[in-house]
Each structure stands twice: as structure tokens, then as C-alpha cells.
């Protein structure tokens, strides 16, 4: 990633310093209850392990009863009742009715502090390629983003497969640090393996109880989640995020949400609203959130989180666009000399496979195109987002990150999945657009890097 503006040289450029030096950089938004993250809606206590159970007369009394109690990081406090439950560990699943509060993380502010937070704006696709041409649809973004920001074209991802790249990305831990424990391998019920053991072999109480959103809330942001969250989405609203309309991922015609702002906790698509295709509701829902946000007095900066299925298959596009993109000259982006070749030289993986048939043939022909397609409704998600935020005023104080969870591989010999050996499906881009004072414009960089940066600062770093 190298960020636009021209007073940093490339050694302060460090891929995602810029979000984590302004997340951490800012002190620590007041609240009635000391270092505890005040949840109003959920208890988020587990009832399993209670190590206490006091009478309060208020959520004040309640949060001092855990700071004063040893091991107490959570509390949950029920008004009707006055009982204060003290324990140590995080219910995953909150429970409505009762008010939780939840020891913040330890922020250590970083040289160059700022009063002024930054909103920030996440579009995170699902398998979108950088190799055979995936951001080449995307004609909106390429002028709303990368020629007004910055790309880093080989921004490679850690374990690139969906559920285990999200919950990296929101828990900011290795694969190994949120792995299941046991796993059932070559059993007749599953299957065995990664794609038949929870959500891809992801412990999920090691990643939703610490996400990125509980340190953002913490120095004073709201949050947003819209969209595929992990592949095994929580059903009701997780910890540090103030607005939940997520899912799995689901289907793009007939998809459900998890909604925090339905009284039965759900949505379910329509035709008669936005046409009932999964990532047009996505972008309205986000929309209408950061509306909201914006149009507040004094609101609070926000991080809105924007996750739409596209394009992943079984790639379906909207109705209005299913006509594009039909021209045979397409076929150059994945037809490259090695389409289709045979390799008994190459990993058992690729030489076990034969010639592809012309019906495979047609079907690739046909997926390609399809997410292609897909990607033209993501593209005017993006820029319909940033239209908003331009509107509001707050297009110079919002930084805007466009990735992929991982990339895709639809061209190495005779192979064709994500999860093939190949390094098209680890590696993705991250666009950066940062509207801060004076920037620069088509800024790239090719040199490697990934999702996980770890950083040493110096009282003259700006970061």
C-alpha cells in the first residue's frame, strides 16, 4: 500500500499503519463505567462461568462490583432484577435484557497523536482476483479509487480461504491462534478436513469476543457490519458493533440477513426493495446507516465494514446486468498459453487432471463472465458509498479500503479452484483512498506484502 500523501517516504508507508496508527493513536473516549465498553442492548455474560453475583441499584454500581473483583473482565447487569453477574468470559451469543460492560483493550497511543479520528470505510469482496483481471469491470472505482488513492498489487493473504482470511482480519491473529483444537478428519459423517470442521477449522469464541470493532468502539467509533461476516455468522449483533445487518454470505437472489433493527432479528430480500439482489441490499443498508451517522450532531467517527458476496460463485448477477461482458475477446484475461495444459511435472494436485472438456470449457467461459457481472453491482456499491460521504462533507476525513478476502485461480494449467496450490489464490490488492491535505494521484506499489504488519515507531515517525 503507499499512501497518497507527499510528505511520507516509502519506509512510513507500511501497509496498514495507516489504520492502525490512527485507531491507536487517539485517547480513549469517556464513558460512565471507567475502562469498561458499555453494551446497552445485550448481556454478554456466560452463564457457565460466573464468579459472582452481587445486588446493584445501577449499571454504575454494578461495573465497580467487577473492577474491584479478581479475574471479572465482564459483567451483565439486569435492571428488572438488580442482580450484577461477574465473570471472565464472553458469552458469544449476548442475551437480550440486561446491560454487559466489557474491560477495553489496552490502546497504546502512538508519536504524532491526533484529535481529529478518521472515519473509515472497509469494501471487502468474497474471491476477487487481481491476476485474471478481477478489477477490470470495476470502471467506477478504478476513478473514484485508484486513480484518486493508491494500490498495492500484491497484498497476499495469510491463509486464503474465506473463513480463516475474515476471522484474521477481524481478530488481526495468525490462523494458528484461532484454530480448532480437535478436528475430525476422513470420518464418513464430515468428509474430514478444513471444509467440514466448524467454520473451515476456526475457533470462533477466539475471534468474535476480540475483533477490530472492540478496539475501534473503545477509543470512540460506531461501528457497522453489513454483509458476509464469517462463513458461520453469529445470528444476532457481536461485540463493539452498534449496527449488525450480516450473513454467511447466503445466496444473491433470496438472500437473509441477521438485522438488529428487525424486531424478529431478521431480514429476508425482496424484489419490491432494491430489487431483492443481495448486493444492492447490502449497499442501501450501509447507506442508510452512514446517513444516519453522518446527519448526527457531532456524531461519533464510524468504521462501516461492507461486505458483499460478489463474486463469489455460484456467481449470479444482478437481472439489469446478465447481458454483459459478452464478447469472446474476453477470453484473453484467462486463456493464457498455459489454459488448459497438461502438467505431470506439477504437484499431484494439477497431474492427476486431464484435458478439460468443451463443456468445462463453456462453464469457465460462463463463470468468468458472471463474476464479472457480479462485480458491476459491487461497483456501484462503492461508488454510491463514497457519493454519500462526499455529500455529507466527510469525504476529506474518511479513509476508504477496497480489498478481497483472498484472490482466485482460474488459469494454472488444468486447475481451476480457489483452494488449488497456486499462489493467484493468496494473492489480492488493497486500493487506499485518502483525502487528507494535498496527495498524490495513481500511486502503486509492487512490492509484496500482506495482511499482518508488525511495526516499530520512533518519536519522529508520523506513525
Known sequence: LVVLCPTLNMAQLRLVSLLVAYV???????????????????????????????????????????????????????????????????????????????????????????????????????????????????????????????????????????????????????????????????????????????????????????????????????????????????PYKQPGFDRWFANGGGTYYN??????????????????????????????????????????????????????????????PAHWYTTEFDEPSLDRYYKTPNFNVSAPDHHWVVAQQGPLTDPQVKEIDDLFRNRWRTLLSVDDLIDDVIAVVDAHGELKNTYFFSTSDHGYNRKSTVSGRKNSKSRTAAVTSLTLLALFNTCHQWVSCDLPATNFMHMKTTSASPW
Open 255 to 316: 438472500c437473509e440477513f441477521g438485522d438488529d433493527e428487525s424486531p424478529t432479528y431478521s431480514y429476508k430480500c425482496k424484489t419490491s426493495e432494491f430489487g431483492g439482489y443481495s448486493t444492492s441490499v447490502i449497499g442501501n443498508k450501509s447507506i442508510a446507516w452512514l446517513q444516519d451517522v453522518m446527519s448526527t450532531p457531532g456524531h461519533k467517527p464510524f468504521m462501516a465494514y461492507i461486505a458483499p458476496k460478489a463474486p463469489h460463485v455460484p456467481s449470479q
Open 24 to 234: 491507536t493513536a487517539v485517547a480513549c473516549a469517556a464513558d460512565t463505567c471507567g475502562t469498561y465498553l458499555v453494551e446497552e442492548e445485550y448481556g454478554y455474560c456466560d452463564a457457565n462461568t460466573i464468579i459472582g453475583t452481587v445486588n446493584a441499584s445501577n449499571v454504575g454500581e454494578c461495573c465497580s462490583a467487577c473492577s474491584s473483583k479478581s479475574g471479572c473482565s465482564i459483567f451483565c447487569y439486569e435492571a428488572p432484577t438488580g442482580q450484577c453477574h461477574l465473570t471472565a468470559t464472553l458469552n458469544v451469543h449476548p442475551v437480550k435484557g440486561c446491560t454487559s460492560g466489557i474491560l477495553k483493550p489496552k490502546l497504546t497511543p502512538a508519536p504524532g497523536n491526533t484529535t481529529s479520528k478518521p472515519n473509515i470505510v472497509l469494501f471487502l469482496t468474497d474471491d476477487q482476483d487481481i491476476h485474471i483481471g478481477g478489477w477490470t469491470p470495476m470502471r467506477k472505482s478504478h476513478t473514484v479509487l485508484n486513480a484518486a488513492g493508491a494500490t498495492a498489487d500484491h497484498w497476499y493473504i495469510h491463509t486464503p480461504v474465506c473463513c480463516p482470511s475474515r476471522a484474521a482480519l477481524l481478530s488481526g491473529r495468525f490462523f494458528h491462534n484461532f484454530r480448532m483444537d480437535k478436528i475430525e478428519i476422513n470420518t464418513k459423517t464430515s468428509g474430514g478436513g478444513c471444509m467440514s470442521n466448524g467454520c473451515m477449522c476456526v475457533e470462533e469464541d477466539l475471534v468474535n469476543p476480540v475483533s477490530f470493532a472492540m478496539g475501534l468502539k473503545a477509543v470512540g467509533y460506531t461501528v457497522g457490519m453489513f454483509g458476509k461476516h464469517l462463513n458461520n455468522c453469529p
